[in-house]
C-alpha cells in the first residue's frame, strides 16, 4: 500500500513539473508566427540598461570605442540571419554617423541571441558638452518588438537603452550601485587618481571576479597611503580628502 502510494505521489509530482515547464516554455516561446526581440536586461546594473560614458579616461590616441547591447528573440532560432531594427528616440542630442553608430544589429541564424555594437566617436565638441540618445527597439519586417515591462533593478523598459557620450569627466553610471562598495564616494579627483594607478578605464562595467576587485582595492590602497606619505593628504575638486575605505 505504502509503495503504491508513494509511486502515485511521485506521478504526481513528475506531472506538476511537467506542467510547469510548458508553461515556462510557452512564456519563452510565444507564438513563432510572431517573432518579436527584446533588450536582454537579465543583467542590469552593468551596461545593458544604460551608460555614461567619458572619453575622458582614456589616452588622446584614442579616438573612438564600442559598448554592447545583447539582444535576445521570443520565438524560435531561423536558419538566416534577420535583422533588427533600432531607432534613435526624439529628444536626443547624439548624432547617429557623427557621435554614433550601430553595427551588428542582427540575431545571426541558428541562435536567439545578438549583440549590437554602439561605436562611439570622439568628437572635439565633446570635451565641453555632454550628448545623450535613447535607442528603441522598433519593428521590422523579421522582429516586432517583444517585452516591455522593466527587469528586475533596470531603470528602462527591455525596449530602450540610453547613453551620454562626453570628453570630460563624467561620474560612471554604476558608480554607486557598483564601484562605490570598494573605492567609496565618486569624486573627479578620486576617479582620475585610480584611473592612472591601476591602469583601468572601463567603469563603466562591473561584474569583475572578486580577485580582480580584490586585487584593485589593495592597489588602491597602497597607492593612496604611498601619496600621503609623500605628499599628505589628497583632497578632491570639493575640498574633501580622498579615501579608500
Known amino acids: 500500500m505504502m509503495k503504491r502510494l508513494l509511486t502515485f505521489i511521485g506521478a504526481c509530482a513528475a506531472l506538476l513539473f511537467t506542467l510547469l515547464g510548458c508553461k515556462e516554455d510557452n512564456k519563452l516561446m510565444f507564438d513563432d508566427s510572431d517573432p518579436k526581440v527584446y ?78 555594437d554602439v561605436i562611439f566617436f570622439r568628437r572635439a565638441g565633446l570635451k565641453d558638452s555632454v550628448v545623450t540618445a535613447e535607442l528603441k527597439i522598433i519593428a521590422n519586417a523579421d522582429f516586432k518588438p517583444g517585452y516591455n515591462d522593466n527587469a528586475v533593478s533596470a531603470v528602462l523598459d527591455r525596449l530602450t537603452w540610453r547613453f551620454t557620450l562626453t570628453d570630460k569627466l563624467e561620474k560612471p553610471s554604476i558608480w554607486d550601485s557598483y564601484w562605490k562598495n570598494l573605492f567609496g564616494d565618486y569624486s573627479n579627483t578620486k576617479i582620475l587618481f585610480l584611473t592612472q594607478l591601476l591602469d583601468y578605464t572601463n567603469w563603466n562595467q562591473g561584474g569583475l571576479y572578486p580577485q580582480d576587485s580584490n586585487r584593485m582595492l589593495a592597489q588602491a590602497r597602497l597607492g593612496i597611503y604611498e601619496y600621503e606619505k609623500a605628499n599628505g593628504p589628497m583632497f578632491d575638486e570639493n575640498g574633501n580628502r580622498v579615501i579608500i575605505p
Open 39 to 116: 533588450i536582454d536586461k537579465r543583467y542590469a546594473g552593468t551596461l545593458v540598461d544604460s551608460v555614461n560614458y567619458s572619453f575622458a579616461f582614456q589616452s588622446k590616441d584614442i579616438l573612438t570605442d564600442t559598448v554592447q547591447i545583447p539582444i535576445r528573440i521570443i520565438g524560435l532560432p531561423r536558419n538566416t540571419d534577420r535583422p533588427v531594427a533600432i531607432a534613435l528616440a526624439t529628444g536626443s542630442t547624439a548624432k547617429e554617423g557623427y557621435h554614433f553608430k550601430l553595427e551588428h544589429a542582427v540575431i545571426p541564424a541558428n541562435t536567439s541571441d545578438g549583440v549590437v
